[in-house]
């Protein structure tokens, strides 16, 4: 099995910093629906209505990608303990250093990346 210490650093220092977003997206979430609840509900009409409900969407989708991407380096941490970090969960065959490089918390060699969106 190759050396993969690097690639557990990053995945650990991304780990840290997707921690420390996720309670920052919850709080702009939270500061979102308070404004809203002080605002005319009728979004469409309400000037500030449409700027809090874009926020709110926009607070949303970071907090959910940023989610999955915790999900994501989790995994691949799992991997590195297990010893299956760096071959593709398809085929198996080794993942190209520089795609870890790009991307270390991949589960999927270039071939199979489409498939698995990743």
């Known amino acids: 099995m190759a050396d ?4 557990r650093l990053l995945l650990e220092e991304e780990r840290q910093l997707k921690l ?9 979430i939270a500061a979102a629906n308070s404004a809203r609840q002080g605002a005319n509900v ?5 000037p500030e209505g449409a700027t ?11 907090l959910n990608q940023s989610s999955a991407g915790l999900d994501q380096v989790e995994a691949a941490l799992t991997r590195i303990a297990d010893g ?7 085929c198996g065959r080794p ?3 520089g795609r870890l490089e790009a991307r270390p918390w991949t589960p999927y060699c270039i071939d199979h990346a ?3 969106r990743s």
Not at 4 to 7: A, C, G, L, N, V
């Open 42 to 46: 009728d979004d469409e009409h309400d």
């Open 4 to 7: 993969y210490e690097r690639f």
């Open 114 to 116: 489409a498939a698995g």
């Open 52 to 62: 809090i409900a874009f926020e709110l969407s926009q607070a949303s989708a970071l």
């Open 20 to 28: 420390a977003l996720l309670p920052a997206l919850r709080a702009d």
């Open 95 to 97: 993942i190209a250093e």
């Open 84 to 90: 299956t970090y760096g071959s593709c969960a398809v």
